[in-house]
């Protein structure tokens, strides 16, 4: 079997074509410091302009031999464009992400403009999109955005939201349903930029916060509202913490695959989902690639990952920059070689 490219690696995995190894990528942010020293840049200066940000994702794959890319980089971008502003940090030299500095306190001040599309660093990560297109067509390109959920715990204050899905229900609710609509604007939105997959990132929605029942009620809902919007790229649906009460749920929202954290009891989910669903996951990217000092455990921690039944080893959550380096390297390398074993649900040769 000839060997693929990245970008032909990730497309034939969602079709479940046969493969030469498993695709080593991520639906979360995946910028180390390595490729922003390569670059001379500061990490501060990578939210902020379209060549560092494409620059900065495309040297961090080539640097470890990943399949893919996936920008933004933090979870402040649609917020800012709302006009609930950012810190951005500059001054800082270390790695710390943009932020919302002016959350909504009441459901009574929600106020999304209409033109938020063309507001703050939404315009700027559509042209880093076309500079990664333009300039690593071997690479699959990945987009991502925060479900209803926790895109709404970015605009307005999660006490307040918690309060008022006991307090003001129908109100929160139809908070939640415009935040939906927000959601699907954006996935359609990257839909028309041709990225090769979007992750909906419901990451607080998991088990830790809210109970299954109102999961069912408030978050499994929404998410299938936006999974029918993503017609002509594959989806996949990843929620942070604990899911195993929730993952059959979380297959029925219709995406094409399921990307699960550390918490997730993986091979009881792919026990209780069968062979022909798409799981992702589920290491824990700062043990084992920040804290671990012996490749052999950062080896075995991908190795169960595979055992257990995973499609693609992703981690949990983003990628912390300060990854250490021959961490990052045995992760893609086990990867590479152990990954060639047949999978049940691809047919991977």
Avoid at 203 to 208: E, F, H, I, K, L
């Amino acid at each position: 079997m000839p060997e693929f490219t990245g970008k032909e690696r990730v497309q034939k995995l969602f079709k479940r074509e046969p493969l030469d190894t498993m695709p080593c990528f991520s639906g979360q942010g995946a910028v180390v410091v390595q490729a922003i020293e390569k670059m001379g840049a500061r990490f501060a200066k990578i939210h902020t302009d379209a060549r560092l940000m494409a620059e900065s994702a495309i040297t961090s794959a080539r640097l470890f031999g990943m399949d893919a890319v996936v920008i933004p980089y933090d979870m402040a971008v649609v917020a800012e464009a709302m006009g609930r502003g950012v810190s951005l940090y500059d001054g800082v030299d270390g790695v710390i992400y943009p932020t919302v500095p002016n959350k909504w306190k009441t459901l009574d001040e929600i106020d999304i403009p209409a033109d938020y599309m063309s507001q703050g660093r939404l315009p700027m990560v559509d042209e880093a999109f076309k500079i990664i297109k333009e300039e690593a067509p071997d690479l699959a390109v990945g987009a991502w955005v925060l479900g209803p959920f926790t895109m709404a715990g970015q605009i307005m204050e999660l006490d307040i939201l918690l309060k008022g899905l006991k307090k003001k229900k129908d109100e929160t609710a139809a908070f939640l349903a415009q935040v939906t609509r927000i959601t699907i604007d954006l996935v359609k939105h990257y839909q028309e930029l041709d990225v090769d997959f979007i992750s909906v990132r419901d990451m607080g929605s998991g088990t830790d916060l809210l109970s299954p029942r109102m999961w069912k009620t408030l978050v499994g809902p929404n998410l299938k509202e936006v999974f029918d919007a993503i017609t002509r790229v594959p989806s996949v649906n990843h929620i942070c913490g604990s899911t195993d009460m929730i993952i059959e749920m979380m297959h029925e929202c219709g995406a094409d695959a399921l990307s699960v954290d550390q918490k997730n009891t993986v091979a009881q989910t792919r026990e209780k989902l069968g062979n022909d669903v798409l799981i992702f996951g589920n290491f824990d990217p700062y043990a084992t690639l920040c804290q671990m000092e012996d490749q052999a455990e950062v080896e075995a921690v991908i190795k169960t990952c595979i055992d257990n039944g995973i499609d693609s080893v992703w981690p949990g959550c983003d990628i912390w920059p300060e990854v250490k380096q021959e961490n990052m390297k045995t992760y893609v390398k086990t990867v590479r070689e152990y990954g060639k074993n047949p999978s049940p649900a691809v047919g991977r040769i």
